[in-house]
């Protein structure tokens, strides 16, 4: 298959890689929108404070629109409904999947996508959002139709693999009414891998959807994830984010009130460790008013490794009386451990509820020599004062998927305090 570097990427080795994928016109005619659009969207600039802390080149690709090897035995429960999206292939959906009642298809496979992708997260958002949008090699697209009220999750598992580049790219569609949950899984890799992915999701008048997006890719992965949802008259989104795993990551997780009665909610656990870099950045626009957002993202840091996290909130003049919140805490676990962490208001009328909140200290001696007082390790002691930190975040992840997000959780703080 063909494989191009970002410098070599033009209109014609698009069409290739398009016509050899069997895609439609209306697959090749985004892809080449994308590709022009590259020539105006400005690389990430360093000066700019959403990139201060972490450098673009390192997460830039060697290569593009190249296949890798097929994986297709990662079903951790095949009882459940499950989606296996590879680079280079279609996707794979086992039984549950099947017939739970969702539309699950290669993005474009139906000329309807062609009115939904860019909804939430248009190619011209970002210079990584514009390469994955020319040169997306692994792409899914689920629709929940109209009242469908799904009753158990979706999984989505993207594998990565090691030394070389993915693009995937997700778009979810809940119709007015329905009810869905959608958990996206990104693990594996190894050294030499870089993933450059996007999911967007659109949340119709009404609908529920819940979004959970686990990052647990094995050391040696530098990668790039950006997630938008754009919720429409009276929905409701929750997007959940663990972050665990990779050398070098950074993720641009958000939502978009765009109709009156229109809820969001945020919630991220990061626990880095030994030299990983976690750059995480929140968002939420309203732009219509009566509408309500909330964030709540927690970091804790060990060893050597940093944590960084950006949250915006911006409430447009068009917007009044809505609701924002946005906290972010974190909690440094080692003398070298770094932390930082940039609020930011953007309010642009005075018929508002809005307020942030950032901390970062070291874990509380006091509360660390009170447990070991009632006879409990000092290690111990410690991983129970993190867990409590973060629990009151998991707790807002949708039941049925916290006991899996605390299990992971769980075994990262055995690892982060050298006992496990």
Not at 160 to 177: D, F, I, K, N
Not at 280 to 294: P, V, W
Request: charged residues 25%; aromatic residues 4%.
């Amino acid at each position: 298959m063909l494989s191009t570097s970002v410098a070599d990427l033009d209109p014609e080795k698009i069409a290739v890689f398009s016509r050899t994928r069997g895609e439609s016109q209306a697959a090749l005619d985004w892809r080449q929108r994308a590709g022009e659009t590259l020539d105006t969207v400005a690389y990430p600039d360093r000066v700019k404070h959403l990139w201060r802390y972490t450098d673009p080149d390192l997460l830039k690709p060697a290569s593009l629109m190249s296949a890798a090897p097929e994986m297709l035995d990662l079903w951790t429960e095949p009882t459940d409904p499950a989606v296996l999206l590879t680079a280079g292939a279609a996707p794979r959906l086992n039984a549950a999947a099947e017939e739970c009642g969702l539309e699950i298809t290669p993005l474009f496979a139906s000329d309807d996508h062609a009115d939904v992708v860019g909804s939430a997260v248009p190619a011209d958002h970002g210079w990584f959002e514009a390469i994955n949008a020319a040169t997306f090699d692994a792409g899914l697209a689920i629709r929940a139709p109209r009242g469908l009220v799904l009753e158990r999750p979706l999984r989505v598992v993207v594998p990565c693999h090691t030394g070389s580049t993915q693009v995937p790219r997700l778009l979810v569609l809940a119709e007015t009414g329905s009810e869905i949950t959608v958990v996206e899984e990104h693990r594996d890799g190894g050294p030499g891998s870089v993933v450059i992915g996007v999911t967007e999701i659109v949340a119709r008048a009404g609908s529920h959807v819940r979004h959970v997006l686990v990052q647990r890719w094995a050391d040696g992965v530098r990668g790039h994830l950006t997630q938008r949802a754009l919720i429409e008259r009276d929905a409701d989104y929750l997007g959940a984010l663990a972050g665990l795993g990779g050398e070098l990551v950074k993720i641009d997780q958000g939502g978009i009130l765009s109709g009156q009665g229109a809820r969001s909610e945020l919630v991220g656990v990061t626990l880095p460790e030994k030299r990983q870099h976690q750059d995480h950045h929140t968002e939420h626009r309203h732009t219509s008013g009566n509408t309500s957002s909330k964030i709540d993202f927690k970091a804790a840091v060990t060893d050597r490794a940093r944590s960084v996290y950006t949250g915006l909130i911006r409430i447009d003049e068009g917007a009044p009386a809505s609701e924002a919140f946005q906290e972010n805490r974190n909690l440094l676990l080692s003398e070298k451990a770094r932390a930082d962490t940039i609020p930011e208001l953007e309010i642009l009328t005075d018929d508002v509820s809005c307020s942030h909140g950032a901390t970062a200290a070291p874990i509380d001696p006091e509360q660390v020599f009170y447990l070991q007082s009632r006879g409990m390790p000092h290690e111990e002691a410690t991983r129970l004062v993190v867990r409590g930190f973060v629990e009151s975040t998991l707790r807002l992840v949708p039941e049925g998927l916290r006991e899996e997000l605390e299990e992971l959780v769980e075994d990262r703080l055995r690892r982060l305090q050298g006992v496990a």
